[in-house]
């Protein structure tokens, strides 16, 4: 028996709810749209995404707010839950999933490492964001945020993980 990929699993559980599900990606530059679109069908169930990965566009595009990039910034828990939400609003999409991050090599703080990546996923049941600290190269660490992302949706979606209820 062949085990199901994550996009697999994601299909089966967004067309069993008849959900759809968009995308709001940053460091992952579109590898978790990819991702989805693979499987055969998926234009079902995923009307797009939006890759922002400038300021300007989280916030016109996204509605991510000034105040949150400039208390928190775009690598934080609240710049990925707004785009996640964000890009429900701007889709009509019922789940988003958003990646916000230093994939590296460059771009770090003290405060802020190389490897820091948030996801975040947004039902219509609650929201979940995860923080994530990886030490691969740029490639891995964006495979791995991406990985992350497909995996945090499933989990929300089978019931594995309990959304914070808005």
Known sequence: MTERSREQQLAELLTARGFTIATAESCTGGLVSHRITTVAGSSSYFPGGVVSYSNGLKQSLL????????????????????????VCRLTGADVGVSTTGIAGPGGATARKPVGLIYVACSTPDGDVVQEHRWHGSRLENIELATDAALALVVDVLDGSIAPDER
């Open 63 to 86: 509605g991510v707010t000034a105040a949150i990039l400039e208390q928190r910034g775009a690598v934080s828990r609240e710049c990925a839950l707004a785009m996640a939400r964000g």
